[in-house]
Every structure is written in C-alpha cells, then in structure tokens.
C-alpha cells in the first residue's frame, strides 16, 4: 500500500521547493549579471594597457621610468619573483635587508607540486649544487608501528620529486641567478616604508647598507619580506598566530630508516620531523606547542629533549640524536599561521610569507609562493604598461581569487594535520589521531589521495575535505564494529563533532566561496581573455 503525503505537508513541501528554486533564480541572476559587469571591466582594463604601452603611457611624475616593479626582499619568493619578472622583460630593483647567505631550520623541504612550479619558472637549476636531496614520500611512526606513504609520481619524469637542501644555498642560487639578469638591480638595503601618494604606493623608502636615506620610485611594489614583514599592516589585516615552536638539530652521518623519504613521528604532546638536507646531514624539527620553549642557554631544553623528546625517537635514530644534542648547536623558531587577508591597494602587492602563511609541518609554504609566481606572471604578461595604478589595482584583485584553490588547500591541510597529529588526553581526539594513521596505512587510494595534496600534485580543496571526513567516518566506523554501543556512539558522534571544530575554522578563515567556488566570485573574470 503506497503511503501519501498528508495535503498541508503536501502543500509546504512544494511550497519550501518553490522557495528554494527562487532563492537559487535571484543569487543565479546576480551572479551572471555581476560577471557580466566585471568582464566589462576586464575588456576596459585590456584595452586600456593596451593602449597605453610604450613610451605615451602613463607615469607618475615622480617616477623616472628605469624601473617597472621594486620587490622588498630576497628571500625564496622575493628572489623567484625577481628573476621571473626580468625575464619577461621588466626592469626590477630588489631591496634586501642581508645579502649573507641565510640560516635558518624552516623552508628546507620544496614539496613535488613545488618543484614543479620551479621548472616552469625555469628556476630548477637552482636546486644543483647544494646537495639537494631527493625525496619521494613520507614514513609516519605511531606507537610502535610505521607506514610509508609515496608521493604519486608515476606519471612524472624520474626528476620530478621533492627535494630538501640548506634554505640558506637555495636562496643564495637565487640570487645569483637573479643578479646575472641585465634588468635586474639587486640592492643591500632596509626599507622603511612604503611611499604613498592620495591613496597610491609610488615606491619606498630605504636605508642603503652604509646608512643614506634613499627612495626609489616604480609602478608596482611587491612586498615580500618575509613572516616578519614590517610593511604588511598597509596591506592586509594580519592575524598572526603562533600554535608551537620548532627545535632544530641537524643529526650527521646517520641514514634515515626509508631513504629519501621525511620521517614524521607522532609523538607526545606533537610530531618530530626527520629529512636530510645534504649527503651527511639530516634535519630534525621537534615541534613544542605554545609559543614559549625550555631556555637553551640553562640546559633546560637539552633536557627536554632528551628525557621527553628521545624515548619516542626510532631506535635506528636515537643514538645519533643524543649525540646531536650534546653537540649543542640547538635552534628555535616560532611556527606562524596567517590566513591571507588583503587589502587592495593601488601600486602594490603582498606575496610570500609577508602574505599568507600555515603551520610548516608539511613543508607547503615554498609551493604555495612558486604557485603564487607563476600565477602573477601570467596575470602580468599582457599588460606591456603597469602605470594606471588604480585600473591594475582593480584587475590584480583576481590574483587574490584565483590563487585561492592551491593555496587554500594546502595551508588547510597543514592546520588540520598539526591539530590531527598532536597528542590530546580528549578520547575522541586521540582516536581520529588513530584512525587518521590506520587510514593512510591501507594504501591505495586512502594513502594516495592525502598525499597527492600535500606534496601539491592535486591541491583541491573538495578532496582535502571528503578525505578529512572520510578518515572521521572511518574512526567511528571502527568504534561500530563488531556491534555499537551507547559509549562508543557518543565517542564517534564527538569524534565528528571533533573533525568538524577542526577544519571548519580553518576554512571559514580561508573563506568558503573564494576555496571552493571561484568562479562565482566576480575577480575571477577579470582575467583578460587573450586570443
């Protein structure tokens, strides 16, 4: 016998789907007719640099026309950006605060999805030399147990991989690479500020390395330096957080258990790191949270380490460990989290760490600004003339949603594994942290789809979130099995309350529209469409 429907909820069932058809009608309608408007607007701005190319174009008085975009630092995205740009022929002036070599435990680990970007910015010989190592995948341990996961590099050339170095020689390859560029000055020098006129960046002001005061004046300014920047609360809203510290030693003469693979141990109260950074040295990142660590200088953290943190190493890496630690060269450095939050402003532009950053445990904020390189040279290359500051201003705020879908996803993915992966005495938290390591174990596409997105061979953010909820759904399916109970329902219900207190955070700060439906936001058209 076919049950029917009662005639008043008949009624607001269609009601309820007439209302929602309409609702979907109007937010349709106002997104063609705000498309249409921008791709107006896009028109205008293409045939306005069109136009005004060459030597009739536009110029601030103040400019003398010898530069068309400064860039404040040298650092990874700093000198990239530098050497991309001249090389499609724009005259750059990069202000660096030290020009000596770099040394720092961060920024060692260039994930395949980066290395990538490197070659098609040409900058892959910048890898030669260092003694990069290779690197193909990851082993996680977890109470007595490991797994390892490969990136999937099938479809790759043999070249295609990770690769981990000293931070300092890959920035210095940079640079050198830079300044061999006839179109680009490469300066020592400390910048102050940011030169402002009704509204408009016109250059900067810095000090040279010998202490003059001098401005130096271009169409664009592109900041980036770095997670300590002094210049981007002109440009952004930053809200910078700092979940934990790294401890950094280096450990010489060992081989790692899986060679050419990082090494992620999820111990108590968070993850150690192992990866080499040369052919006889291995890093080791002890991640401590909060953001004050055991004084170095009173034996305080020797101690921590080796009374709390080497128990839980691998024994194939414990002797080697202790011994790095009675060496004594231990170093610091505060892990920073920054969702990117610009602000448009005419004349200038904010990339790199100076940004947006995320936590580093998966090595992604070097792919994330090769990504950011590539996608802003292509932006620029049909614009022959940046000097309609406003009009540039208006067409780059596409660069903001169209970079939105890697970077998102990887900065997503590195808050929620840090959160994933650290120990809690929460028994819902403690079994997701389990279940997220049994998930990866099966292999397959269970292994292969985290690892795609956090080596940036896949960065798309629906994956990361059906993949999330999936290791959820496979922490309470396990608490389900042989036959439920009402503690472990209760468990799994926290369990997904858990993993929805996670990444929903983390995307709400990324936002939602710009991360998982660009195309309705209207900067995405604002692309010019070149024949």
């Known amino acids: 016998m076919e049950l029917e429907l009662p005639p008043v909820i008949h009624e607001n069932y269609h009601l309820l789907v007439s209302a929602v058809a309409l609702l979907f009608g109007i937010v349709s309608l106002y997104g063609l007719r705000s498309n249409l408007k921008t791709r107006r607007k896009s028109k205008e701005i293409w045939r306005k640099s069109s136009n005004n190319s060459g030597n009739d174009g536009l110029q601030s008085p103040e400019t003398d026309g010898s530069t068309d975009v400064i860039v404040v630092g040298a650092g990874v995205a700093g000198a990239a950006l530098a050497c991309t740009l001249a090389k499609d022929g724009r005259r750059v002036h990069v202000i660096e605060r030290d020009l000596t070599e770099p040394d720092r435990i961060v920024g060692e680990l260039l994930q395949p999805g980066g290395y990538l970007k490197l070659i098609e910015l040409g900058l892959q010989d910048c890898v030669d030399g260092i003694e990069a190592q290779q690197v193909f995948g990851y082993a996680i341990y977890m109470n007595g147990k490991n797994t390892k996961l490969s990136y999937p590099l099938e479809k790759f050339d043999s070249d295609i991989s990770g690769r981990s170095f000293h931070n300092g020689r890959f920035i210095q390859r940079m640079r050198e690479k830079a300044a061999t560029l006839p179109n680009v000055k490469l300066e020592q020098g400390t910048v102050t500020s940011l030169l402002e006129k009704e509204g408009t960046v016109q250059g900067v002001c810095y000090k040279t390395k010998d202490g003059q005061t001098l401005t130096a004046y271009a169409p664009l300014t592109i900041v980036c330096d770095g997670c300590f920047s002094n210049l981007r609360r002109s440009l952004c809203k930053p809200k910078v957080e700092v979940p934990s510290c790294f401890v950094g030693l280096v450990l010489e003469n060992i081989d790692l258990p899986y060679a050419n693979h990082g090494h992620v141990i999820l111990a108590d109260p968070s993850p150690?790191?192992?990866?080499?950074?040369?052919?006889?040295?291995?890093?080791?990142?002890?991640?401590?949270?909060?953001?004050?660590?055991?004084?170095?200088?009173?034996?305080?953290?020797?101690?921590?380490?080796?009374?709390?943190?080497?128990?839980?190493?691998?024994?194939?890496?414990?002797?080697?460990?202790?011994?790095?630690?009675?060496?004594?060269?231990?170093?610091?450095?505060?892990?920073?989290?920054?969702?990117?939050?610009?602000?448009?402003?005419?004349?200038?532009?904010?990339?790199?760490?100076?940004?947006?950053?995320?936590?580093?445990?998966?090595?992604?904020?070097?792919?994330?600004?090769?990504?950011?390189?590539?996608?802003?040279?292509?932006?620029?290359?049909?614009?022959?003339?940046?000097?309609?500051?406003?009009?540039?201003?208006?067409?780059?705020?596409?660069?903001?949603?169209?970079?939105?879908?890697?970077?998102?996803?990887?900065?997503?993915?590195?808050?929620?594994?840090?959160?994933?992966?650290?120990?809690?005495?929460?028994?819902?938290?403690?079994?997701?942290?389990?279940?997220?390591?049994?998930?990866?174990?099966?292999?397959?596409?269970?292994?292969?789809?985290p690892i795609s997105l956090l080596s940036g061979l896949n960065p798309r953010p629906l994956i990361l979130f059906l993949h999330f909820f999936a290791v959820a759904i496979y922490g309470v399916g396990r608490l389900l099995i042989p036959f439920p109970t009402p503690k472990r329902l209760w468990l799994g219900a926290r369990l997904i309350m858990g993993a929805s207190g996670i990444i929903f955070p983390i995307i709400r700060s990324e936002g939602v529209r710009p991360m998982f439906f660009p195309v309705t936001v209207p900067a995405y058209y604002r692309t010019p469409r070149v024949a």
Do not use: W
Request: charged share 15%; glycine share 6%.
């Open 272 to 449: 150690i790191l192992f990866y080499p950074i040369s052919n006889t040295e291995v890093r080791c990142l002890v991640d401590v949270p909060g953001q004050k660590v055991p004084s170095i200088s009173n034996g305080e953290m020797a101690n921590y380490l080796k009374t709390v943190v080497a128990p839980q190493i691998p024994p194939e890496l414990y002797n080697a460990f202790v011994a790095a630690v009675d060496k004594g060269n231990i170093r610091t450095m505060s892990n920073r989290s920054m969702p990117a939050d610009p602000q448009p402003t005419p004349g200038a532009l904010l990339m790199g760490d100076a940004f947006n950053m995320r936590h580093p445990l998966t090595g992604g904020g070097m792919t994330v600004a090769l990504s950011d390189i590539v996608l802003l040279r292509d932006l620029l290359r049909p614009l022959r003339n940046l000097n309609d500051a406003s009009m540039l201003c208006h067409y780059l705020e596409s660069f903001y949603t169209l970079r939105k879908p890697v970077s998102s996803t990887i900065n997503t993915l590195a808050g929620a594994l840090y959160k994933v992966f650290c120990a809690s005495p929460d028994p819902a938290r403690k079994e997701m942290r389990n279940a997220c390591f049994d998930y990866l174990s099966l292999g397959g596409i269970y292994s292969e789809g």
